[in-house]
């Protein structure tokens, strides 16, 4: 700031000189004054950005009602851990339980899990149980609202600020084009902890409350660890790719249109595709064991996740958390992995390449 | 004086098209007006000055930062208005400079109270509370305006600052940057196509065309005629009057529009002129040393950077 401008000094506005009726303006009207206080530290100015999309994304009604959605599931799976809890202790529960240990994906700790129920030792398999249920709710209710809830914040964020030609605002400050794609990214992050990375840490606080005593602390320490792992999995590649989208129109409906379309087209082809491998019998398939209506034992075979599960960016995330949650292991989701982050750095790519072009004019 | 802007041979290119062409330029304190026609490399200056582009050769400082290392000291020293209408969707107008207030480093509570204050100081009282959407085109003018100087920048670059504006709004919007630059002491780059805002305010003239300086002084330096000559408006018939001062054997020119122009020092023509009005009963109107206009200065300059392709 130059030394003219430092200090209180007070003049009259610009309107003033031209007008002979000071009393017009309003009473807080002090004209221009110099300002040379404290500044904030500069690292700081990615959250200005972010701080600003999260309170224009929190405007949505739809998005305010969604969040409240997003916690629902939680109950349910709270509800889970409870059963298994009680089960420890109670020989009726450790019954009531049995069917649903059968829907757990068929892994080598599966028999262990029902060995564990049978003989009425739960605390061998709390560990497992616990992370398939983690793992489900991460998979079936929060990814689905992940994909909602970015559908719905993710347009806007860059495809508005290219129609409304703001780039020469941001970027005429001291601000990089790193700290703003950072800003906007980490503006979905925080929605998208909201609606995972919490509930499923309630979660897991939840079970601690309900567990008999702290030694479960020690059996699943690791699991808040998988958590925030299974929630950079989700956030990761899905922020990056929304935010692609956005940057390529100043349309954000085309946008979400994208968005949606790359998740629904995606699962329909790789379920299409499966099927179609299903009924030639080309494809490996797995027993799924339920109990039926009349709570009879049945059968279901279920194609195993191939080389088409990578049509489907739903069942390529569930991959990665699969592995992160300790139920397959690293070599069998190379592919899934190593797809996620080629996605990851293409989409940051192009989404920088996109905010730099207006100012290459 | 130390120059606030001091480029040396800048040479920008867009592909195969030389936007600026060996530009060596410095500017000083004051109001600088930036002039040229469309195409003449305006906006790709100030582009390169805000590093927002990568310059093809040359280097330059501005307020002693290197152009091109040191972008972030620049822009924190620099309030831009950008000519372009751009804001920032779905937010209120006090939002809007609030925000840009924090991007340049403001705490979140004192940008907000400095965005009242600069909106006052602006001319935007209850419309601060609108969405930008809902702004006519002289609002969102008076809002960029805002953005450009709440956090107190040494340096305002304006690009088109009136533009948009009725005649009133820009006279006070003109105000505005002249008390800016008398009282606080603010250097500005005023980019315009209007002629009359430069000679109004401006200390100091570039004129660019072809990506080249074609003109780089001061306003005064530059209306000063190359002969030294008198303009005089008469009341009555200049005939006579005319005879008079060609038989005092005082060069004279005839004006389409009744003005005469004498040739000479003004000092010593004053004195002759009065006697002759004296002599022929004819008034005087108006009587003063000639001046080349911003706007034959312009053009002059236009013609001789287009010629000299």
Redesign the interface.
């Known amino acids: 700031?130059?030394?003219?401008?430092k200090g209180p000094?007070t003049?009259l506005?610009?309107?003033s000189?031209?007008t002979s009726v000071p009393s017009s303006?309003?009473v807080?009207?002090?004209?221009?004054?110099?300002?040379?206080?404290?500044?904030?530290?500069?690292w700081?100015?990615w959250w200005?950005?972010t701080s600003?999309g999260v309170r224009?994304a929190w405007?949505s009604r739809w998005l305010r009602r969604m969040l409240v959605c997003a916690w629902l599931p939680a109950i349910w799976f709270g509800a889970g851990i409870f059963v298994w809890e009680q089960a420890a202790n109670n020989a009726g529960w450790r019954q009531f339980l049995l069917p649903f240990i059968y829907g757990m994906p068929r892994t080598s700790e599966w028999d262990g899990i029902r060995d564990a129920i049978q003989s009425a030792n739960l605390d061998s398999s709390r560990h497992t149980v616990w992370a398939w249920l983690l793992l489900s709710f991460f998979r079936c209710p929060q990814a689905v609202l992940m994909v909602m809830v970015v559908g719905v914040i993710a347009p806007?964020l860059i495809s508005?600020?290219i129609?409304?030609?703001?780039?020469?605002?941001?970027?005429?400050?001291?601000?990089?084009r790193a700290e703003y794609l950072f800003g906007k990214v980490a503006s979905l992050w925080a929605y998208l902890a909201l609606i995972s990375t919490l509930p499923a840490l309630a979660l897991y606080l939840l079970g601690i409350l309900l567990s008999p005593n702290l030694s479960v602390v020690y059996a699943t320490w690791d699991l808040p660890l998988r958590i925030l792992g299974a929630s950079l999995v989700l956030m990761l590649p899905t922020s990056a790719m929304a935010l692609c989208f956005s940057s390529l129109t100043h349309e954000s409906r085309y946008a979400g249109f994208a968005w949606f379309a790359v998740w629904i087209l995606g699962w329909f082809t790789y379920l299409a595709v499966s099927a179609a491998l299903a009924i030639n019998a080309s494809q490996e398939m797995y027993a799924s064991h339920h109990y039926d209506h009349y709570g009879q034992p049945t059968v279901t075979m279920i194609p195993k996740e191939s080389a088409w599960t990578h049509l489907s960016p739903y069942h390529t995330l569930g991959r990665v958390q699969q592995w992160v949650f300790g139920f397959v292991t690293f070599n069998e989701v190379l592919i899934s992995t190593a797809i996620l982050i080629a996605v990851t750095l293409a989409s940051l790519g192009i989404t920088y390449h996109r905010i730099s072009a207006p100012?290459?004019? | 004086m130390t120059a606030l802007i001091d480029l040396v041979e800048i040479t920008k290119d867009?592909g195969r098209f030389r936007a600026l062409d060996d530009v060596s330029l410095k500017i000083e304190s004051g109001i600088t007006g930036l002039l040229g026609p469309n195409g003449a490399g305006k906006t790709t200056l100030i582009?390169v000055l805000?590093g927002?582009?990568k310059v093809t050769s040359g280097s330059g400082r501005l307020l002693g930062f290197e152009l091109g290392r040191q972008?972030?000291?620049i822009?924190?020293?620099?309030g831009?208005m950008?000519e372009?209408?751009?804001?920032?969707?779905?937010?209120t107008g006090v939002e809007c400079v609030q925000?840009?207030a924090?991007?340049?480093?403001?705490?979140a509570v004192?940008a907000l109270r400095?965005a009242?204050?600069?909106l006052?100081?602006c001319?935007l009282?209850q419309e601060r509370y609108r969405t930008v959407e809902t702004y006519s085109t002289g609002m969102r003018q008076k809002l960029r305006f805002a953005?450009a100087?709440v956090?107190?920048?040494?340096v305002l670059i304006l690009d088109e600052p009136t533009s948009g504006l009725d005649p009133?709004e820009r006279?006070?919007?003109l105000?505005?940057i002249?008390?800016?630059a008398r009282?606080?002491?603010?250097a500005v780059l005023l980019c315009t196509h209007i002629l009359p805002d430069v000679q109004s305010i401006s200390n100091a003239v570039v004129i660019l065309a072809r990506g080249k300086v074609q003109v780089a002084d001061t306003l005064a330096e530059l209306s000063r005629p190359a002969k030294p000559s008198l303009e005089v408006r008469l009341l009555g018939e200049s005939d006579r009057f005319v005879e008079a001062i060609r038989k005092r054997g005082i060069g004279i020119e005839l004006r389409t529009h009744g003005g005469l122009v004498l040739v000479g020092a003004p000092d010593q023509l004053a004195p002759q002129v009065w006697q002759a009005a004296s002599a022929c009963g004819v008034g005087v109107r108006s009587m003063t040393p000639s001046r080349n206009s911003l706007e034959e200065i312009f053009l002059n300059a236009v013609r001789v950077g287009g010629s000299s392709d």
């Open positions: 700031m130059t030394e003219s401008s000094t003049v506005s610009a309107r000189d031209l303006r309003g807080n009207n002090l004209g221009y004054r110099g300002w040379s206080d404290q500044l904030v530290p500069g700081m100015r200005v950005i600003v224009r405007q806007p508005q600020d129609r409304s030609r703001a780039f020469l605002l941001y970027f005429s400050r001291p601000l990089t100012m290459r004019v | 867009y582009k805000l927002l582009v972008n972030r000291e822009r924190a020293n620099v831009y950008p372009d209408d751009c804001y920032l969707h779905g937010m925000f840009v924090q991007l340049s480093r403001l705490p004192e400095r009242h204050e600069i006052d100081f001319g009282a953005q100087i956090h107190d920048p040494p009133e006279q006070v919007m105000n505005r002249r008390l800016l009282d606080h002491g603010k």
